[in-house]
């Protein structure tokens, strides 16, 4: 224990004479390391995130489930639109001719 106290105070009093990064950078480090094994530090993780698997499907049931996302992006035919226009512009057409008629 006394060694490793004594390795880490040398350390730290030569670092200011160290000048190139590699050479702070790996006394650093090896300060780090032994004040680890001095305080009995490991490095496992404190919380383990639990991993869910995904459910066990078929290629089949894949497949439809991927059949049914692409028919959900598919754009509208053109008819659908069309008709929903023509339905909000009659729509349009009967609430002016009422308030037309409201004004008269």
Same mark, same amino acid.
């Given at each position: ?54 459910? #066990?499907?078929?290629?089949? !049931?894949?497949? +439809?489930?991927?059949? $049914?996302?692409? %028919? &959900? *992006? ?11 226009? #023509?339905?909000?512009?009659? !729509?349009?057409? +009967?609430?002016?001719? $009422?308030?037309? %008629? &409201? *004004?008269?």
């Amino acid at each position: 224990m006394q060694a490793q106290y004594d390795e880490i105070e040398v350390l730290g009093k030569t670092f200011e004479s160290l000048y190139d990064m590699e050479s702070r950078v790996e006394n650093i480090r090896r300060r780090i390391s032994l004040l680890k094994q001095k305080i009995g530090y490991t490095d496992k993780p404190i919380y383990e995130p639990e991993v869910k698997k995904a459910p #066990e499907r078929s290629t089949q !049931e894949h497949a +439809d489930e991927m059949a $049914k996302l692409r %028919a &959900k *992006m598919a754009p509208k035919a053109k008819t659908t639109i069309e008709t929903e226009t #023509e339905v909000a512009d009659r !729509e349009l057409r +009967d609430a002016i001719d $009422k308030a037309m %008629a &409201k *004004m008269k």
